[in-house]
C-alpha cells in the first residue's frame, strides 16, 4: 500500500500510521513510514538542539529544505511498494506559505503528483473542529504550528487540495468520534475499493 495521509493536526494520522505499521509487520509487511519528516522541526528524529536550530532557519532556507525532502521522497515512495507518507506534498503546499516560508509560495505539487506511482492512495483525514480544539487542549504537541482560530480554515485548505489533486485513488476518513483503536479498522472498510491486487490479497483475509 502505497499512502498519503494529509489533514490538519490532531486528526489522527499518526496513530493510523503506527497501526497500519503493526498490522502489516503482523502479516509480513514492512511499511516505510514518513510521518513527522515534513513538518519543521521533525520532532520524531531530531534531538532537543537540532529541533530548536531547525525552528531558527531563515525563512528562505526553509523553503529549501521542504522542496527537497518532497523530492527525495519521490524515490522513497518509487521504491517502497508499502509506504506511508504523512503530509507530503499537500502539507507543505499548506503549511508552508502559512507556517515556515511566508511569501514564498509552493507552485510544484501537480508535477510531484505526476510522478508519484498509480496506485498511490491519498486519505484525507478530518475531524469536526470542536473536537480537533478539543484534542489540542487535552493533549497539546510540541512545536503545534495550527491556532484553533485557524482549524476551520486550514482544514478547508486541505479539503480544496484533496479533491483538486491529481490522485485518482482518494479515501476521505472523519475521525470526529472514532476512539483510536477502532480506527485501524475504520480505515481498512474505506480503502478497500482503491486497493490494487497486491493489497487485496493481505487484507482478503480481514473481517472488515
Known sequence: ???ILIGPEYVG???????????????GRVFHMDDGDFTIPDYHHLNKAEQEAMVALPPVLKERFQRMVIYYHLD??????????????????IYGPRYYHPGIPVTFERYVESKLPHDTILVNMTAKPDVIRARMKAEPH????????????????FEREFFTSWITRKVTLDTSYVQPEQLLKLFLQAVRPKLNTRDLLLTGEERI
Open 13 to 27: 494520522k499518526t496513530t493510523l500510521a503506527n497501526a497500519l505499521r503493526d498490522w502489516g509487520k503482523a502479516r
Open 142 to 157: 510540541p512545536y503545534q504550528l495550527l491556532k484553533p482560530s485557524e482549524v476551520e480554515e486550514v482544514q478547508a485548505e
Open 1 to 3: 500500500m502505497r499512502l
Open 76 to 93: 522513497v515512495i518509487s521504491r517502497w511498494e508499502d509506504c506511508i507518507l504523512g503530509g507530503y506534498h499537500i502539507e507543505q503546499k
